[in-house]
């Protein structure tokens, strides 16, 4: 027998102790944002149109871009309403939707960066045969791979939670769609949706987590075993920029999903959540490329060409 919801809309409550500093949060969002989304068009239009950065390592970087572009362009707008408003209302369809392009982004994130990761361990330990097993070719199929496999099980996941009954209480404590604060306003059992998240997980964080530490591992031992310190210096200052937004992308998404999601601890929840899906995007492009000379004389050379 099909079960009718009796919940056709989600109250979000976000940040509702906010109280004075609702203005000057909502200013610092907008700003953010504003950001986030200038920061991260700008170095796929340097990889577009400078022939320096036309290397896999960049590729990647510019899909990584797309990914945080995907994330804040879905999460943000409904923030900024939330906190300006005190929540917002979001319909169940409209909730799923949001769900669905920030878990899809989200795995494609975790699968992009292990990529990036084993792009780093060739270019250290193996450079001789870099550019032959790194080809464009090659380049393309991972990228393909990525986003269809994210978008298609992403997918998948959701329709299996949209099939579940949906009977109230209609608030989530959250700011946005998450998976377990939608689960929560179910009826139904769901024992086995969430047998399913854990091994999905499993599948897109964890073991892309353990691709990323055995690639660095090696690294770390190809680069001790460099004789001088000018050479260890360039070839760790290579994979520096990566690791830095590994460590604040899994530092965050880890605790937040460890953490407990009631109680007092829902509040440290929701600034952990801020940090990975709104200021990592926005930390990203700057990481990339204040850290970065070729991002920076492609940026330089780009201006010169517009004042020209």
């Known amino acids: 027998m099909v079960m009718t919801n009796n919940i056709t809309s989600i109250f979000l409550l976000g940040f509702p102790n906010l109280q004075n500093f609702t203005f000057l949060f909502f200013s610092l969002l907008v700003l953010i944002y504003c950001m986030t989304i200038s920061g ?26 797309l990914c ?14 939330t906190v300006l408003y005190g929540g917002s209302s979001i ?47 090659l380049c393309m199929i991972l990228i393909s791979i990525i986003w269809l496999l994210s978008f298609m099980v992403t997918l998948m996941d959701v329709i299996s939670i949209y099939s579940l009954h949906f009977c109230g209480p209609h608030i989530i404590d959250h700011f946005y ?12 059992d769901t024992s086995r949706i969430q047998t399913q998240i854990v091994f999905l997980g499993f599948l897109y964080v964890i073991v892309p987590f353990i691709v990323i530490v055995m690639s660095y591992v090696y690294i770390v031992l190809t680069i001790l075993k460099i004789p001088s310190t000018t050479g260890r210096h360039k070839a760790f200052s290579t994979c520096s920029s990566h690791l830095t937004v590994v460590s604040i992308y899994y530092g965050t998404i880890m605790i937040v999903y460890i953490f407990p999601t009631r109680g007092e601890s829902q509040n440290l929840n929701k600034v952990l959540s801020l940090m990975y899906t709104v200021l990592t995007a926005l930390l990203n492009p700057i990481i990339y490329t204040l850290r970065n000379r070729d991002f920076k004389e492609a940026f330089h050379k780009m201006n010169m060409s517009i004042k020209g």
């Open 40 to 65: 991260n068009l700008l170095i796929m239009v340097l990889y577009l149109v400078s022939k320096t950065l036309q290397s896999p390592m960049y590729f990647f970087i510019t899909q990584l871009s």
């Open 68 to 81: 945080d572009l995907v994330v804040t362009t879905d999460i943000v707008p409904v923030l900024l309403h």
């Open 91 to 137: 319909t169940l369809s409209g909730c799923f939707v949001q769900y669905f392009f920030f878990a899809a982004s989200e795995s494609s994130e975790c699968l992009l960066l292990s990529v990036m990761s084993y792009d780093r361990y060739l270019a250290i330990c193996n450079p001789l045969r870099y550019h032959s097993i790194m080809s464009h070719k």
């Open 177 to 188: 769609c998450d998976v377990e604060p939608v689960l929560q306003l179910s009826c139904s």
